[in-house]
């Protein structure tokens, strides 16, 4: 049998996953939301479980109890546990809130009218939405630079520059009313943002370098940018490294009162992801983006400019990347300091693996995160933990899910036709 | 091949003629900008060298800043007009060299009245290439395997901190270097075991190496080395061997053979590697596999286990450059230290077309525009620090958008290889 | 005494597929067997299965009367098997000495390679065989019979004793055939055993010392070339009598479709792929454009297309000039077009057969309003369209990866036949499908040409443009040598224009 019907005959490896977008989605159904879910949800499963190892070993009083493991081996256990117990007690209270503590402010609420409890109660849950809101943005940044084939870990960069545009008109132009004033800034947060991806874009298009090291290039250079911008032009009267306070003009309007500081950043973010979803797979354009993300020569054959879709997806991954740095700034800081993002970039990579490139998929794993960020501070305080072990166990998520086989024969499972992750060829 | 010309080719040579003679007219105008201004004042370039306490004497090098900007000046222009008139052959080199002498006139423009230690500043050029050519070396182990390995950053991140612990905890520096290189393997072997057995896409996979690493070491500092400050003090960092009897040469002495012992062996690596590749039975299986894994495969090849070693050496070079970074170089373990090393290390790989030779260049274009921003921030001429910082990131780009083009990659890089 | 080679019973299951079953097969020591059988037989997994490359699932395999086990090319070649691809195994920027010697190196100490011995005796192979080669050319820049002959070196390195040669003529010209049938003899001579791959009627009958024919993964018939026609081979190879003849009325040139002139077109490595070629097609009628694969008709279509750049010359459709203008516009004005690689150029494999049947329409009305998709018009058209063209597949919304050969090919035919064309360019249209497929491609195409399509036909198979054809350029070298009308070509006269041989076809014709 000749190579070309083998070929055909099994899936083609590069077949991305659920590619719900064709008009097929319809057929899919709970059951395949479900199958899909699955090694992502075993995946989070077990890297909180080595999570919990790591946590374990490296807490002196734990090993103190196992090196004594032969005398008193109930001690180990129990020492272990307590402290696995506390550390992941505190991570689910401080990304949820504490549910007797939610009980008693809503009764409290009820029979006096009081609210102030009841918000100090859902502090935590609002804080963790607001920890997921950039998650969202940038991780839908990454995941439409997926779909294209382009892979933008240039996000840190766009967002800080995305802030640093909206920053700047949030607090340079004054006097103008919020309907002209908010949409301003986010639309300059949109702008830096995209110029900042399109330019990696072009000259993969125009050169053929490779999109990883340029945006991390770009990335450095906007930290250096920042720095120049916070000591010099964009420096505060008094010459700290941080912008002046933005007008409440362009503030992101909060939910609530303080202390939930929810804002409508969130509520623009699921909107962000409703609409990369009609406009990946309901829009012409969106299907020239998937077209040369999984065949570019077949898109150039039928007519597609590659060398535009690329500039196209890297500006608008750009965009969206550019967005969550505005987020932050309009919604939260309302001010940009040096340590303005910590570590979105990378982070967004692994939302978008996590979420296979689907915005409905990225949200999810944006809301995982904001919980598990979240809650790492609660578990910091409490526990003792470093908030890092959050990091250890998003990195453990990105490995099992790009290599599925792995949690697979860890459980058991039976390999269905699985997807493979974006299969990309090397540097040019 | 000799071809007749059509006139749509030709006007397009001329256009390409016109804009780099353009180009390179503008850099001499810029030169001559430097040079206005700048009457009787004289640039000191010192070339002797104080190190240790030994000091190296050489004249110093004593240019008059106008004389020399102006003809550094008519030395590019000339060379603009003879490209817009006439057109060089090989008109990217024409670019390189107005580069190089525009960097050099910045050098005596920003010394005009001051002195500035060119050996200085040489020798730090070749330490800060370093890492980055130690990261471009990892970078060829795997890629000439047919595995891009994007990870190195994170192998370097362990690497240095792996290091930095086991120094500190045997006193020994040199059980820290084995550490970090064994610390390199243990991260190479995951991406061997990710994209060579689960077929994995390579870049997720190094992505995924990164993020394990800095959340694994920024865990550990957070969680033991910040407890136990004592574990982040490896002593004073691997101290410079001088080799006798060349040492002491002006110049030369200082910055290639009084170095730390790990540049020594970064260069004795890069020999090696050239040697491996391109002389011996492994290299040629580790090329072929590279380029044509199937091939290999129907000559008995075992693709998979020359990809794991090929791997697993990658890691441990890469290893090895992070213990340099922090025991031989910044004396412990800071967050972030690796600071993108490891890309630029990929960027130079690309620069050098995947050679090793080719690969030390690129690193030390990079060592010296970093040294270069340093020292120019250091005279204070006005333009702000961060912006000269950019400066090395900036020539990565501008080195890979001029060169891609002509790098010829392995033919199989990146591809994971499927047994039938 | 045991035959050199034995194989019995072997059988190998690929998911879905029962690609050899129950095969057995002998082989004499100096003898030429021919291995035959229609793309999909199951020949190249048996060969592969012999070289180690695949295990089979049950079998036995016998050398000298010995049972051997078979696990990787290492022990293939240890017992003496070596085999020739059908795509060459060769690595482009290593020289032919580094290829040759991969894998057996010659060193110095065991570490260092030792070129020079290698080179000496790839000098004396290439002599006793009258293989000639330059030891330290690089491969890429060899012509492709002589990168075959390099293979046979390479085999022929390692000392092996049984040759399988997997389709070797697929991609010489008739004149290089004579030449490798020549080696194949001497090699024969000098007491080689020889393993022929081919699903080429003539030349089997004309080499082998006996035929061995395979069909659907069994052994369909053995018999020997005196005892065999073409006839008999082919519906042996087919199960059923093949009349590979298409209905074709003469047909009616209207006015000039496409019209190219001097063009020139570079390949990827910047040399002149395609020089000075003119020639026009008209409406209903079919331009066959033969050659021998890699003289430059990739690029030509590539040029046509608008997917490659043009140097100088100018393409023109229905008299508007279109010289490098882009892809899409070519599109629109009215080509079809049938990618030479249907998996890289003509189709999304992940994406739905849906999606795949409106890739390059998506964005016109009535599939698009503005910027939206229409789903349900996309769905319903491709639902009508794979009835129509007999797309053998569950659902429109399974991806078209999963498809077989013949369909994928299938889907594209739907897709570029059921816009309003006035050209169609198809390259390999039929490459690697089954007996039924082809016919049906062949008979859509000869459908179009009666409607008053202007079709333009690149295929490296001379039956299949000798079929379709009404006129026939032989592209040698980047240049198309001559433009003959189909009644005045024959398979000899093709042959010696597809060598480069001018004056010879002449004669040949007349």
Redesign the interface.
């Known amino acids: 049998m000749s190579q070309e019907d083998k070929t055909t005959q099994q899936p083609a490896p590069q077949a991305k996953a659920p590619e719900k977008p064709s008009p097929a989605g319809k057929s899919a159904g709970l059951k395949g939301v479900l199958s899909a879910a699955l090694i992502p949800t075993l995946s989070v499963f077990t890297a909180l479980v080595i999570g919990a190892i790591i946590i374990s070993a490296s807490s002196p009083d734990v090993l103190a109890a196992w090196r004594n493991f032969f005398q008193d081996p109930l001690n180990a256990l129990s020492v272990t546990w307590k402290l696995v117990h506390d550390a992941y007690l505190a991570l689910f209270q401080g990304a949820f809130g504490n549910p007797s503590q939610i009980a008693a402010a809503f009764t409290q609420w009820r029979e006096t009218g009081d609210t102030r409890p009841l918000l100090e109660a859902w502090r935590y849950f609002s804080e963790s939405l607001v920890i997921a809101t950039p998650y969202i943005f940038a991780g839908l940044a990454v995941a439409l630079g997926f779909r294209g084939n382009m892979f933008n870990i240039g996000a840190e960069g766009q967002l800080f520059v995305g802030g640093l545009a909206s920053a700047y008109v949030g607090y340079a132009i004054k006097g103008l009313p919020a309907y002209i004033h908010l949409p301003l800034a986010l639309l300059a947060g949109i702008l830096a943002g995209a110029i900042w991806g399109a330019i990696p874009g072009l000259l993969k298009a125009r050169t053929g370098a490779h999109e990883v090291i340029n945006t991390i290039m770009m990335n450095y250079i906007s930290y250096r940018l920042t720095d120049y911008l916070l000591t010099g032009p964009m420096a505060r009267p008094d010459k700290l490294p941080i912008t002046p306070e933005i007008q409440p003009s362009a503030y992101l309007p909060s939910l609530f009162e303080r202390p939930m500081r929810l804002h409508w950043g969130f509520f623009l973010a699921l909107a962000m992801a409703a609409f990369l979803y009609w406009f990946l797979f309901k829009t012409t354009r969106g299907m020239e983006i998937r077209m040369v993300g999984l065949n570019p020569n077949a898109a150039r054959t039928a007519g597609v400019r590659i060398s535009f879709i690329m500039v196209l997806t890297m500006a608008l991954s750009g965009g969206l990347a550019g967005l969550a740095g505005a987020n932050q700034i309009l919604g939260v800081d309302h001010r940009l300091a040096r340590a303005f993002s910590s570590g979105y970039g990378f982070d967004s990579i692994a939302l978008a693996l996590l979420g296979k490139s689907h915005p409905v998929g990225v949200v999810l794993a944006s809301l995982l995160f904001g919980f598990l960020r979240g809650g790492a501070a609660r578990m910091q305080s409490v526990a003792g933990v470093p908030v890092e072990i959050i990091r250890i166990i998003q990195g453990m998520v990105i490995v099992f899910v790009a290599a599925p086989a792995i949690i697979r024969s860890l459980y058991r499972l039976k390999a269905v036709r699985e997807e493979e992750a974006v299969l990309q060829r090397g540097w040019s | 091949?000799v071809?007749e010309l059509?006139l749509?080719?030709k006007q397009q040579l001329n256009r390409r003629r016109w804009i780099i003679g353009a180009i390179v007219l503008f850099m001499a105008a810029l030169i001559l900008q430097f040079g206005l201004g700048s009457g009787g004042s004289k640039s000191t370039f010192v070339l002797s060298s104080q190190r240790t306490g030994v000091n190296i004497p050489a004249p110093d090098l004593v240019l008059p800043t106008d004389v020399t900007l102006y003809s550094m000046a008519a030395l590019v222009g000339l060379a603009g007009v003879w490209q817009t008139l006439r057109g060089f052959k090989r008109d990217t080199v024409v670019i390189l060299v107005s580069v190089s002498v525009l960097t050099a006139a910045f050098l005596v423009w920003a010394t005009e009245d001051k002195s500035l230690n060119l050996t200085g500043m040489l020798v730090s050029s070749v330490v800060r290439a370093t890492p980055i050519a130690m990261a471009a070396l990892a970078g060829i182990y795997s890629?000439r395997s047919g595995v891009?390995n994007?990870g190195i950053e994170g192998m370097m991140t362990m690497g240095a901190f792996m290091a930095v612990v086991f120094a500190s905890i045997t006193g020994n520096l040199w059980v820290g270097v084995i550490a970090g290189v064994l610390a390199g393997m243990v991260m190479g072997w995951?991406h061997g075991v990710?994209s060579i057995k689960?077929?994995?896409?390579q870049?997720?996979?190094g992505?995924?190496?990164?993020?394990?690493?800095?959340?694994?070491t920024?865990?550990?500092?957070?969680?033991?080395l910040n407890?136990n400050p004592e574990l982040n003090q490896p002593g004073p960092v691997i101290s410079a061997v001088a080799i006798p009897g060349v040492w002491r040469i002006p110049v030369l002495g200082p910055v290639l053979f009084n170095q730390s012992p790990l540049i020594y062996l970064m260069i004795v690596l890069l020999v090696v590697t050239h040697v491996l590749l391109y002389?011996?039975?492994?290299g040629?299986?580790v090329?072929?596999v590279g380029?044509?894994p199937?091939?290999?495969?129907?000559?008995?090849?075992n693709v998979f286990r020359l990809r794991y070693i090929s791997v697993l050496l990658s890691g441990a070079i890469a290893g090895l450059g992070g213990a340099y970074m922090s025991i031989g170089a910044a004396g412990r373990f800071n967050e972030g230290m690796v600071?993108?090393k490891g890309?630029l290390g990929?960027?130079a790989m690309?620069f050098g077309n995947w050679n090793p030779g080719g690969a030390f260049f690129g690193s030390l274009i990079f060592g010296f525009f970093d040294s270069w921003q340093e020292k120019i921030s250091i005279l204070q001429v006005g333009i702000?620090v961060?912006?000269l910082?950019?400066a090395p990131?900036?020539a990565?780009?501008i080195v890979?958008?001029?060169f891609?083009?002509r790098?010829?990659?392995?033919?199989a890089?990146?591809?994971p290889y499927?047994k039938? | 005494m045991p035959p050199l080679l034995e194989l019995r019973g072997i059988t190998k299951r690929f998911p879905g597929v029962l690609a050899n079953d129950h095969i057995d097969l002998t082989l004499n020591q100096g003898e030429i067997l021919a291995l035959l059988g229609e793309n999909g037989a199951g020949k190249t997994t048996l060969m592969n299965i012999l070289y180690g490359l695949y295990t089979p699932d049950e079998g036995d395999i016998l050398i000298n009367g010995e049972k051997v086990e078979i696990h990787s090319p290492d022990d293939a070649i240890e017992l003496g098997i070596g085999m020739v691809h059908q795509h060459f195994m060769l690595i482009p920027v290593f020289t032919v000495t580094e290829n040759v010697m991969l894998g057996v190196e010659s060193t110095k100490g065991g570490i260092f390679l030792d070129r020079k011995a290698a080179r000496e005796r790839i000098v004396e192979i290439s002599s006793q065989h009258s293989l000639q080669v330059d030891p330290d050319a690089r491969v890429e820049d060899l012509p492709v019979g002589v990168q075959q002959r390099v293979e046979i070196i390479k085999v022929l390195y390692r000392q092996a004793n049984i040759l399988i040669l997997d389709e070797p003529t697929a991609v010489l010209t008739p004149q290089e055939v004579v030449e490798l049938i020549k080696v194949i003899r001497s090699l024969v001579a000098q007491g080689k055993s020889i393993i022929f791959i081919s699903h080429k009627l003539n030349e089997v009958l004309e080499l082998a010392d006996r035929i061995m024919v395979l069909r659907d993964g069994r052994v369909a018939g053995a018999t020997t070339p005196d005892q065999a026609t073409e006839a008999s081979l082919a519906s042996m190879m087919v199960g059923r009598e093949v009349i590979l003849t298409v209905d074709k009325p003469p047909a009616q040139p209207g006015e000039v479709v496409l019209d190219v002139q001097n063009l020139k077109v570079l390949d990827d490595r910047k040399l002149v792929a395609v020089k000075d070629v003119s020639f026009q097609v008209r409406a209903g009628e079919v331009l066959g454009v033969a050659g021998v694969q890699g003289n430059g008709q990739t690029e030509l279509v590539e040029a046509l297309t608008g997917l490659r750049h043009v140097e100088s010359g100018k393409v023109s459709i229905l008299d508007r000039d279109l010289t490098n203008a882009m892809p899409r516009v070519i599109l629109e004005a009215g080509t079809a077009h049938v990618p030479e690689d249907r998996q890289l150029d003509g189709l999304v494999l992940p994406f739905s057969i849906a999606e795949n049947m409106v890739l390059n329409t998506y964005y016109q009305p009535p599939f698009a309003k503005g910027v939206r998709l229409q789903h349900e018009l996309i769905t319903s058209t491709a639902e009508q369209r794979v009835e129509q063209f007999d797309v053998r597949t569950p659902s429109i919304f399974i991806p078209a990866s999963s498809l077989s050969g013949g369909n994928q090919q299938k889907v594209i035919v739907a897709r570029e036949f059921s816009r309003p064309i006035k050209l169609l360019i198809a390259s390999q249209p039929t490459r690697g499908l089954d007996v039924g497929s082809i016919e049906y491609i062949h008979n859509l195409i000869i459908q179009k040409r009666n409607e008053g399509c202007a079709a333009l036909l690149v295929s490296p198979e001379l039956d299949e443009i000798m079929t379709l054809s009404d006129r026939i350029a032989v592209m040698y070298s980047g240049k198309i040598l001559a433009i003959l009308p189909a009644e005045e070509a024959t398979l000899e006269g093709l042959g010696l224009l597809m060598a480069g041989i001018q004056e010879g076809a002449t004669q040949a014709a007349s």
């Open positions: 091949m071809e059509t749509a080719q890629e891009v994007i995951l990710l689960y077929k994995v896409n870049i997720v996979s992505t995924g190496i990164i993020i394990l690493a800095l959340g694994i920024s865990y550990l500092q957070r969680a033991v407890l002389y011996t039975r492994w040629l299986r090329r072929s380029e044509h199937k091939a290999a495969d129907t000559l008995g090849i600071a993108g890309f990929l960027a690309i702000p961060d912006l910082g950019m990131y900036i990565t780009m890979l958008a001029g891609i083009g790098a010829r990659m392995p033919a890089d990146g591809t499927e039938e």
